[in-house]
């Protein structure tokens, strides 16, 4: 038996190569950055956010925004909590056991956990919340990375086993997808929903308002500390950051990283850096024309200039992007790749090349996306106009992108948070039966790879594997990736427990439950 909470990915992997079995269990922690200081009680948090629309829904299976994501913690808890050092750590699940081949995994649930309806949870929740994204059926942006899922079976009221397809050393990884939080069985009242967390919803009014209420009693020590959060939709930039400099709101996310002078100049102001996998992308549906041609998606791809786009929109806050989606943080990031430069004689080769002659293609753009989609978009716009490819940008409307838009236009933009690990990034956005799979990518020897890079547990051959998907989505792909950038949040300094956290925004989603107020 060996404590997963403890270890790194490759001491994971040792382990479970020398033993064929390995589990993990322990206690709930609080991040070391919130250790220093005994959390305060009470309180009122107001927060005010990008990413909030009309169309969005407290029903984790559709969260593609980021006041779901965040009110969905608040609420409910999900199975396994990546922590500030991207390592997996118990949360409703409270350990687990990998099995020979890592085909089959046992997971203990945490007992004494209740609903907020008083009903006790036990595996039948779990389960029943888990078959919400997987299946054939299932329309959740989850269901992707659960494709190889064979059978939840129930061995106790708080013991399952998840057996799989194919081996997945990573599915603890996957397991704490944000999608993937715990209501009691047959619940389906989305609009008010139940969970385990420290909130419930006193009022829901999408695209513009939620107010949450702590309910008391919180099972996670130390967490759960304010008594009331009002989360305002504040989607433009300059209002957002005036909401803050003049005390109307105390936390904002998103910060326009050109004006981020302004902030650091304001007191009583302090800002929350975090390096990660966060991405832009422009995703071009592979199976769509223009774009199903090979050479001239390497054209666009050599015709962006990145480093102008890192400059002028994202102030240096990042790096420049190679058109695939693992982070130089992530310990599989293909070091060999060759970084893609701004080269006008590539593009014009590959556009000769691709037999192209009308070269006018539309992208799709919107501040829904990210602060600055539209004039990355523009930028890009102008760099590839030299190249002779003529990119016409069609502003979409801010409200209803995710639903009426991504996904379904030729050449998008969008983004990506980046994923716990480089498996579960690459299942999501690129295995060809991924719900969420932007450029259309099906590949059958990427699917393999991808098959194979979760089966293998010898580190130097799990690598080369992750190693050749990254040089195949590179020079083959649909994701014109210019930039990765890092998270950049905002808060008032009586805010307290706002760490960084690599994953997602506002300490991965979870700030609800990690903050707390000095008086």
């Known amino acids: 038996m060996t404590l997963i909470g403890s270890q790194s990915r490759r001491d994971f992997l040792k382990t479970a190569t020398a033993l064929g079995l390995t589990a993990a269990t322990g206690p709930y922690m609080i991040g070391s950055a919130l250790a220093e200081e005994a959390p305060k009680k009470g309180g009122t948090l107001k927060i005010g956010m990008r990413g909030g629309s009309t169309t969005d829904?407290?029903?984790?299976?559709?969260?593609?925004?980021?006041?779901?994501?965040?009110?969905?913690?608040?609420?409910?808890?999900?199975?396994?909590e990546i922590d500030e050092k991207g390592v997996p750590q118990p949360e409703l699940f409270e350990s687990w056991e990998i099995g020979d081949q890592a085909k089959e995994w046992i997971f203990n649930i945490r007992k004494g956990i209740v609903f907020h309806n008083g009903k006790a949870m036990t595996a039948d929740d779990v389960i029943y919340s888990l078959s919400l994204h997987t299946g054939a059926d299932s329309k959740s942006a989850a269901a992707g990375g659960l494709k190889h899922i064979k059978e939840i079976q129930k061995l106790g009221t708080h013991q399952i086993k998840v057996a799989l397809a194919t081996s997945d050393v990573d599915l603890h990884y996957t397991l704490a997808d944000y999608?993937?939080?715990v209501v009691p069985e047959g619940f389906n009242d989305w609009a008010?929903?139940?969970?385990?967390?420290?909130?419930?919803?006193?009022?829901?009014?999408?695209?513009?308002?939620?107010?949450?209420?702590?309910?008391?009693?919180?099972?996670?020590?130390?967490?759960?500390?304010?008594?009331?959060?009002?989360?305002?939709?504040?989607?433009?930039i300059v209002q957002r950051m005036n909401a803050l400099v003049s005390g109307q709101v105390?936390?904002?996310?998103?910060?326009?990283?050109?004006?981020?002078?302004?902030?650091?100049a304001a007191p009583g102001i302090e800002l929350v850096q975090s390096p990660g996998g966060w991405h832009t992308i422009m995703a071009m549906q592979t199976d769509s024309a223009p774009f199903n041609n090979p050479d001239?998606?390497?054209?666009?791809?050599?015709?962006?200039?990145?480093?102008?786009?890192?400059?002028?929109?994202?102030?240096?806050?990042?790096?420049?992007?190679?058109?695939?989606p693992i982070p130089v943080s992530d310990p599989f990031y293909n070091t060999d790749l060759v970084q893609r430069p701004y080269d006008l004689d590539?593009?014009?080769?590959?556009?000769?090349?691709?037999?192209?002659?009308?070269?006018?293609?539309?992208?799709?753009?919107?501040?829904?996306?990210?602060?600055?989609?539209?004039?990355?978009?523009?930028?890009?716009?102008?760099?590839?106009?030299?190249?002779?490819?003529d990119v016409s940008v069609k502003k979409e409307p801010h409200d209803g992108f995710w639903s009426n838009v991504w996904l379904k236009a030729p050449f998008c933009t969008s983004y990506w948070a980046g994923r716990a690990s480089a498996t579960d990034m690459l299942a999501s956005a690129y295995y060809s039966g991924a719900n969420w799979n932007e450029t259309h990518w099906k590949s059958e020897t990427f699917d393999k790879l991808l098959d194979a890079a979760k089966a293998e547990v010898k580190e130097a051959k799990r690598k080369s594997l992750i190693w050749d998907m990254q040089a195949m989505l590179q020079d083959q792909g649909g994701a014109l990736?210019?930039?990765?950038?890092?998270?950049?949040?905002?808060?008032?300094?009586?805010?307290?427990?706002?760490?960084?956290?690599?994953?997602?925004?506002l300490a991965n989603g979870r700030l609800c439950e990690k903050v707390w107020l000095e008086a």
């Open 346 to 389: 590539k593009a014009k080769f590959h556009l000769k090349k691709s037999g192209i002659t009308d070269t006018k293609v539309i992208l799709s753009a919107s501040d829904a996306a990210y602060v600055g989609a539209v004039d990355m978009s523009v930028l890009f716009q102008a760099s590839a106009g030299k190249a002779g490819i």
């Open 250 to 264: 105390d936390v904002i996310n998103d910060v326009d990283k050109r004006a981020v002078d302004l902030l650091r």
């Open 57 to 80: 829904t407290l029903n984790p299976t559709s969260y593609s925004n980021a006041v779901p994501l965040l009110v969905g913690y608040a609420v409910m808890n999900g199975l396994i």
């Open 179 to 181: 999608h993937l939080l």
């Open 192 to 236: 008010k929903p139940i969970g385990t967390g420290a909130f419930t919803v006193e009022s829901f009014d999408p695209g513009v308002r939620c107010v949450l209420r702590n309910v008391g009693n919180y099972w996670k020590t130390g967490r759960g500390n304010v008594d009331r959060i009002e989360v305002t939709v504040v989607n433009d």
């Open 296 to 324: 001239f998606r390497l054209a666009l791809k050599y015709a962006c200039d990145r480093d102008q786009i890192l400059n002028a929109l994202f102030n240096g806050f990042g790096r420049v992007g190679n058109d695939q």
């Open 481 to 505: 990736i210019p930039v990765f950038s890092d998270w950049l949040d905002a808060h008032r300094s009586h805010v307290k427990g706002h760490a960084p956290h690599t994953q997602f925004d």
